[in-house]
Nanobody, 118 residues
Framework: QVQLVESGGGLVQAGGSLRLSCAASGGTIRSYDMGWFRQAPGKEREFVARINWSGSIKSYADSVKGRFSGSRDNAKNTVYLQMNSLKPQDTAVYYC???????????WGQGTQVTVSS
């Protein structure tokens, strides 16, 4: 059973940057697609980014394209989300997820709060 733990969230001013990490334990994520999602208050959870098992295929929501970048280090069993040029509308709880094939994710982290002040 893979367990995922996100970290790196916090409070940042608009225009700033944060780097989220998602560390896996209980199993390797080497063969899993990894996704990042977010949920803002009163809104449904939405897709943010996806990195395939090798890191060779990445896709992003239009709202974050050009500002966010996903990466992974399979040796460290960790994935990352670099978030630049943050906007107040990026405020949300960010979750990472693991699955055999995007968009089907079986394992989810508990989330990390990102708050962007204007």
């Amino acid at each position: 059973q893979v367990q995922l733990v996100e970290s790196g969230g916090g409070l940042v001013q608009a225009g700033g940057s944060l780097r989220l990490s998602c560390a896996a334990s209980g199993g390797t994520i080497r063969s899993y697609d990894m996704g990042w999602f977010r949920q803002a208050p009163g809104k449904e959870r939405e897709f943010v980014a996806r990195i395939n098992w090798s890191g060779s295929i990445k896709s992003y929501a239009d709202s974050v394209k050009g500002r966010f970048s996903g990466s992974r280090d399979n040796a460290k069993n960790t994935v990352y989300l670099q978030m630049n040029s943050l906007k107040p509308q990026d405020t949300a709880v960010y979750y990472c997820a693991a699955g055999r094939n995007h968009p089907d994710y079986n394992y989810w982290g508990q989330g990390t709060q990102v708050t962007v002040s204007s």
